[in-house]
């Protein structure tokens, strides 16, 4: 079901606006906290391998991460002028902009496939891979870069029917390809029926065909979703300069946002990685849990980006800020709660995860220092998915420059190596970082600048 921007009085009172972005958001939370759970099902399925095997998953992470935030810039574009295009009724524009941007997923797909496959065990010695997990790491990051082609379609395909105001047919692709992954993690890797016991490969297997069965399912639902944004084999499937430069000018800022996000993280997770494989592996634990939080903000944040955008395209300004505000106390409603959860019952939380005592203690620690970070977290998240569905994308990128590459990276290599803080200074300077960026979020909100941007 999708919300007809042009179609809503500016008289909305509040239990109407919270049950139309509900309608909206509700499938989007619902898909991303099931991926969340089942994420914690297939990592405490690898977590009884040992901690070498969490620890390579881990390791693969973060240049995965960097790899889908080149496509990512693309579906930045295609969402706010889906949005913006949707809300204007300009349906053929619409349909330009989806044409361009399956086309750019499929090419930088299969670009990032090749690479990362060709260097996958000096990306992980890159990462910091420890004797006891680069081949395992390397192993795992193979099949990821198989993975990066089904990545790469469904993530732009979500973008674009989100765009359009569409949540349930992502949810739908993303659920039945998680359900795939932890069903045959189980399978492959502890060997069941007529499967053979793989360990973590088995898990690696399970996730490339997972990303597989998503794959097809979005392009299925990309052509029967009977939106305005719908293809069909009759669409001229050509490069469009003018509107892929359109989308681009989006796009770029989006893609640096992202990139000094990922490499920021990258050199971050090295460090802790230098900790030793029972730190990393407590990280990777806190990162598992903690992404029930952020995904489930993610569908908040979705929805401040879809009805901005199309707001603004309906020549709504009014109507994007309202609905943006109180998608905001939505969303500290949720961050307080899961933050209390965090802090109070962190111990036992990471005993779904790992059974390994020393890990435990470690993560029960970080959890407590986690609970003050999702807060200032999520209204930075929410607040960034307006600002990208309005166009502007150059304000969080600065945001990200100032936040992860100087603020984070060099309070944890204080707090780490002068202060010997471990992983406890590690997370402490993820704290004051996202603090930091929160508030300069707030500012270019409340400045109000994005209303008058042209995309």
């Known amino acids: 079901m999708t919300t007809d921007i042009n179609n809503?009085?500016?008289?909305?009172?509040?239990?109407?606006?919270?049950?139309?972005?509900?309608?909206?958001?509700?499938?989007?939370?619902?898909?991303?906290?099931?991926?969340?759970?089942i994420s914690i099902v297939n990592l405490s399925m690898v977590g009884h391998l040992g901690a070498y095997a969490i620890s390579a998953i881990g390791l693969t992470s973060q240049p995965v991460f960097i790899s889908v935030a080149v496509f990512q810039s693309f579906n930045v574009g295609a969402t706010a002028l889906v949005a913006r295009f949707i809300g204007a009724r300009e349906n053929e524009n619409a349909k330009k902009v989806v044409v361009q941007t399956m086309m750019m997923a499929v090419l930088s797909g299969i670009i990032l496939a090749f690479i990362s496959f060709l260097y996958s065990k000096e990306i992980v010695v890159l990462m910091g891979a420890k004797a006891d997990t680069v081949e395992p790491a390397a192993m795992y990051m193979r099949y990821m870069s198989i993975g990066m082609l089904f990545q790469a379609i469904p993530t732009a395909v979500a973008s674009i029917l989100r765009g359009a105001g569409e949540s349930k047919a992502p949810m739908q692709f993303n659920v039945v390809s998680n359900i795939v992954n932890a069903a045959g993690g189980y399978m492959l890797i502890y060997g069941f029926w007529i499967f053979p016991e793989l360990g973590l490969e088995g898990a690696a297997i399970a996730a490339t065909l997972a990303?597989?069965?998503a794959c097809g399912m979005s392009i299925?639902?990309?052509?029967?979703?009977?939106?305005p944004v719908a293809i069909s084999f009759k669409d001229q499937l050509r490069l469009d300069g003018v509107m892929l430069k359109r989308i681009m000018r989006i796009g770029i800022s989006a893609a640096g946002e992202q990139l000094a996000v990922r490499i920021g993280f990258l050199l971050y997770t090295k460090m802790i990685a230098d900790l030793g494989?029972?730190?990393?592996?407590?990280?990777?634990?806190?990162?598992?849990?903690?992404?029930?939080?952020?995904?489930?903000?993610?569908?908040?944040?979705?929805?401040?980006?879809?009805?901005?955008?199309?707001?603004?395209?309906?020549?709504r300004p009014d109507l994007a800020e309202k609905y943006c505000d109180e998608i905001r106390r939505m969303g500290f409603v949720?961050?307080?709660?899961i933050g209390t959860a965090f802090f109070f019952f962190g111990y036992q939380i990471s005993r779904l995860f790992?059974?390994?005592?020393?890990?435990?203690?470690?993560?029960?620690?970080?959890?407590?220092?986690?609970?003050?970070?999702?807060?200032?977290?999520?209204s930075l998240m929410i607040i960034s998915g307006s600002l990208r569905g309005a166009g502007d994308t150059k304000w969080p990128l600065v945001n990200a420059l100032v936040g992860t590459i100087f603020t984070r990276l060099t309070l944890a290599y204080i707090l780490v190596k002068y202060f010997h803080l471990g992983i406890a200074g590690a997370w402490t300077a993820a704290l004051i970082d996202q603090s930091i960026r929160s508030v300069l979020m707030l500012y270019r909100y409340k400045n109000g600048g994005w209303k008058q941007l042209a995309v």
């Open 220 to 227: 299925y639902a990309l052509f029967t979703c009977g939106l």
């Open 211 to 213: 990303k597989l069965v």
């Open 354 to 378: 790992t059974p390994d005592a020393s890990v435990l203690a470690m993560a029960a620690l970080v959890l407590k220092i986690a609970a003050f970070i999702t807060p200032p977290q999520n």
């Open 277 to 315: 494989t029972t730190a990393f592996a407590a990280h990777q634990v806190c990162l598992g849990i903690t992404g029930l939080a952020s995904n489930a903000v993610m569908g908040f944040s979705t929805a401040a980006s879809s009805y901005t955008g199309r707001s603004l395209g309906a020549k």
């Open 8 to 37: 809503i009085e500016a008289e909305m009172n509040k239990s109407e606006f919270r049950k139309s972005i509900l309608l909206f958001s509700g499938p989007i939370v619902a898909e991303l906290m099931l991926m969340s759970l």
């Open 334 to 337: 949720l961050s307080i709660t």
